[in-house]
């Protein structure tokens, strides 16, 4: 998961994730980007709770 304006890691994340779904295909990985949203703001942002909790608690729930 991601912030779209994420300027510290720039895209690293998502290419992180795609390697690892070339290399590892077996593996049940998700990337989520969240638009609006910089480097740590996924979870310490003001609309956090209610922008980005819900892609957390949706995967969990189908990976229980």
């Given at each position: 998961?991601?912030?779209?304006?994420?300027?510290?890691?720039?895209?690293?994340?998502?290419?992180?994730?795609?390697?690892?779904?070339?290399?590892?295909?077996?593996?049940?990985?998700a990337?989520?980007?969240?638009?609006?949203y910089?480097?740590?703001?996924?979870?310490l942002?003001?609309?956090?709770?209610?922008?980005?909790?819900?892609?957390?608690?949706?995967?969990?729930?189908?990976?229980?």
């Amino acid at each position: 998961m991601s912030g779209s304006e994420n300027g510290l890691w720039l895209d690293s994340q998502k290419l992180c994730h795609d390697v690892l779904t070339r290399r590892q295909p077996q593996l049940d990985v998700a990337y989520t980007e969240i638009p609006g949203y910089g480097h740590l703001d996924t979870f310490l942002g003001r609309g956090a709770a209610l922008d980005v909790f819900g892609h957390i608690l949706d995967f969990l729930a189908a990976h229980s």
